[in-house]
């Protein structure tokens, strides 16, 4: 979503003043490492936070469909490039600031290629260890989203 405003397609759901959102916020994993993207300054949630692939669940798309679309979108990553999609635990996260509750669909999405093309919705990224991850200013409820996908990692050294 950006300052100017969202407008919906056909057959999608407006989240902007509705308080529960469905998400999936996806970390994409190239061998040993994570993707990390930096959130545009631009972006109204969440500017210059680092995080995972995400996007609304707001239309009739299967939760796979909806993976493949916001990696190709927001990543440059075609879908023959993805390995394997695995769903862990939903949860969700309270944003007061903005008066939400997200019901985060967190999203392991094993990839054959380290090669990214951002949209506009990120200013930069990083492909990192997922222990090395939890030094950047990460968006509330990311380190949730690795915690489900990673059970234990944290303890163990952070490897993925």
């Not at 109204?44 to 939760?63: C, R, T």
């Not at 490039?81 to 094993?110: C, M």
């Not at 409820?141 to 303890?155: H, I, M, R, T, Y």
Request: charged share 30%; glycine share 8%.
């Amino acid at each position: 979503m950006r300052k100017s405003g969202f407008k919906p397609k056909l057959g999608q759901v407006d989240y902007t003043g509705i308080r529960w959102a469905p998400v999936i916020n996806c970390v994409v994993k190239h061998k040993d490492k994570i993707l990390i993207v930096k959130r545009s300054e631009k972006m109204k949630l969440y500017p210059n936070y680092w995080n995972g692939i995400s996007g609304f669940l707001d239309d009739e798309k299967s939760l796979e469909e909806k993976v493949k679309d916001e990696l190709k979108e927001e990543a440059g990553i075609a879908p023959e490039d993805i390995i394997s999609i695995r769903v862990g635990q939903i949860f969700d996260e309270e944003a007061p600031k903005y008066n939400k509750t997200w019901i985060v669909h967190p999203v392991l999405v094993e990839v054959k290629t380290n090669k990214v093309k951002l949209d506009s919705e990120a200013q930069k990224y990083q492909w990192v260890g997922l222990k090395e991850a939890r030094n950047f200013e990460l968006l509330p409820g990311f380190g949730k989203v690795l915690d489900a996908l990673f059970p234990g990692a944290s303890e163990e050294g952070g490897t993925c």
